[in-house]
T-cell receptor
């Protein structure tokens, strides 16, 4: 149980375009989902906390207008990277959990390459 | 500021030996600590959770200890196998109120390679 599905797994886009990444909890409801970013050989950096039915909470230094998060239902959160630039190229991973101190269930990540 | 350090970037051991990974933290009072496994190009997978009032947790070949005085957690894999080769991440969580509630902070990970 507790499966999180993330799509797409890889995306290559041109500079200036926008990319949408979907994160779904398949067999449980997630009022809260988390979006992370990971650079090679570095740890997971929390970008924002996505709350169903309300605005996302962004970490310090993360541009909310650039990384748009929508959590429209209890099983779906989306991250849109707007006007992507090469420096946005990274591995983006979403996660969800069934309770406040419960383990995180991660999606398999999206490798974004901006050319 | 809060800091989490995992003992080394890479650890190489021989099959059958016990792998021991270390997670140290400063300026933090976590309510619980979790260990995850991450394979290349994949999201992390949860392994074990240990709470601040627990000293040790076991699951099959895995064992985690949590010493809040030393501010350290040790993660052991006994009878290691080549299939255990992966990056292992520790993560600390707080039950404090406000924006920190339930938020996990990850270490940078240790790459474990088990040689046959």
């Amino acid at each position: 149980g507790a499966v999180v599905s993330q799509h797409p797994s890889r995306v290559i886009c041109k500079s200036g375009t926008s990319v949408k990444i979907e994160c779904r909890s398949l067999d449980f409801q997630a009022t809260t989902m988390f979006w992370y970013r990971q650079f090679p050989k570095q740890s997971l950096m929390l970008m924002a906390t996505s709350n169903e039915g309300s605005k996302a909470t962004y970490e310090q230094g993360v541009e909310k207008d650039k990384f748009l998060i929508n959590h429209a239902s209890l099983t779906l959160s989306t991250l849109t990277v707007t006007s992507a630039h090469p420096e946005d190229s990274s591995f983006y991973i979403c996660s969800a959990r069934t309770g406040p101190s419960s383990p995180l269930h991660f999606g398999n990540g999206t490798r974004l390459t901006v050319t | 500021s809060q800091k989490i350090e995992q003992n080394s970037e890479a650890l190489n051991i021989q099959e059958g030996k016990t792998a021991t990974l270390t997670c140290n933290y400063t300026n933090y009072s976590p309510a619980y600590l979790q260990w995850y496994r991450q394979d290349p190009g994949r999201g992390p997978v949860f392994l074990l959770l240990i709470r601040e009032n627990e000293k040790e947790k076991r699951k099959e070949r895995l064992k985690v200890t949590f010493d809040t005085t030393l501010k350290q957690s040790l993660f052991h894999i006994t009878a290691s196998q080549p299939a255990d080769s992966a990056t292992y991440l520790c993560a600390l969580g707080s039950n404090a109120g406000g924006t920190s509630y339930g938020k996990l902070t990850f270490g940078q990970g240790t790459i474990l390679t088990v040689h046959p």
